[in-house]
């Protein structure tokens, strides 16, 4: 049974950062990968990051690119969502979810489709 569970979200000032928390437990070799998600009200999900279980590698929206990172820990059993110089617009509510890896899949495409297992998502207001 896989259990996502994401914490950390928070108010904070524009300019400063977060770290998201994803604590994940009942993962196997098809159900590894960790993406991140936002939704801000009023919009569609959209994709934000992506770290995948084969080999680590991790891939990031356009919009977050040089001011997020994502990281896995050395149990790997928690995805952490680091984000420095937060504006306005990351507002949202963030969710961290899983899904089966494509076979030979080179990237991790950020769907929600493709991810079947959400977090309950936890609130990110960036605003001075």
């Known amino acids: 049974q896989v259990q996502l569970v994401e914490s950390g979200g928070g108010l904070v000032q524009p300019g400063g950062s977060l770290r998201l928390s994803c604590a994940a437990s009942?993962?196997?070799?098809?159900?590894?990968?960790i993406a991140w998600f936002r939704q801000a009200p009023g919009k569609e999900r959209e994709g934000v990051s992506c770290?995948?279980?084969?080999?680590?590698?991790?891939y990031y929206a356009d919009s977050v690119k040089g001011r997020f990172t994502i990281s896995r820990d050395n149990a790997e059993n928690t995805v952490y969502l680091q984000m420095n110089s937060l504006k306005p617009e990351d507002t949202a509510v963030y969710y961290c979810?899983?899904?089966?890896?494509?076979?030979?899949?080179?990237?991790?495409?950020?769907?929600?489709?493709?991810?079947?297992?959400w977090g309950q998502g936890t609130q990110v207001t960036v605003s001075s």
């Open positions: 979810a899983t899904g089966p890896a494509p076979k030979f899949s080179r990237g991790c495409v950020l769907v929600p489709q493709l991810f079947n297992y």
């Open positions: 009942g993962l196997t070799s098809d159900y590894y990968r």
């Open positions: 770290i995948r279980g084969s080999d680590s590698n991790t």
